[in-house]
């Protein structure tokens, strides 16, 4: 389990040997760690330079950004959406990096309701609320939800809301720490 001070130190490592390979037109910043956040899947650094710390300007060019440290494996990740608060991040790391399975809004809902009410009634619901489900594939999803099993991510996928602009992927800059 990483803790806040370690998740700084990896960052501060990271950006030590970073910086000095980007283009500046001159010396590189020093960076200067300003805040963390810890977040379910996490600790959020955020960083600017220190000149600018130093200097308590709030106009300018603008030098630092943020990485998100793995709780778990600290791994350094840049997770863009961060930047605007956008929802579903954490659910977007968890899925495109550490491979779990997105939620399924619908299952719970169709769980209940097809031992409350029967199969029928489950799946005039599920298709109401997924209308992109076929028939037969309406019926394949309640019938995994019916025997206890997760229905298959090709089914769940259709219940979510299809995103109009999705976030952009996530990039894995460092790998687990040893």
């Keep these: 389990m990483i803790v806040k001070e370690h998740a700084v ?15 500046w037109a001159g010396r590189p910043p020093t960076p200067e760690i300003y805040h963390v956040e810890e977040r379910e899947v996490g600790w959020v ?3 600017r330079s220190a ?10 060019s603008f030098v630092g950004g943020h990485y998100l440290v793995d709780r778990h494996d600290g791994s350094i990740h840049y997770v863009p959406a961060v930047w605007w608060d956008g ?14 399975r997105r ?3 619908l299952a719970a809902v169709v769980r209940e309701l097809v031992h409350s009410s029967g199969a029928v009634a489950a799946m ?7 209308p992109r489900l076929t028939l037969q594939e309406a019926k394949a999803y309640v019938a995994a939800v019916r025997d206890g099993a997760e229905p298959p991510e090709e089914l769940a996928s259709l219940t ?3 995103e109009l602009q999705p976030d ?8 687990p720490v040893q």
């Excluded at 000149?51 to 300018?60: C, D, K, Y």
């Design 9 to 23: 130190e990896l960052v501060e490592s990271f950006l030590a040997g970073e910086l000095p390979t980007w283009r």
């Design 103 to 105: 939620p399924d809004p």
């Design 168 to 175: 952009p992927p996530i990039e894995t800059l460092t790998g």
């Design 87 to 100: 929802e579903g991040w954490e659910d977007q790391y968890l899925w495109q990096v550490k491979g779990t």
């Design 51 to 60: 000149e600018q710390a130093r200097a308590r300007r709030t106009t300018g």
């Design 45 to 47: 650094v955020h960083w």
């Design 124 to 130: 005039g619901r599920l298709r109401r609320r997924a």
């Design 160 to 162: 979510r809301k299809e």
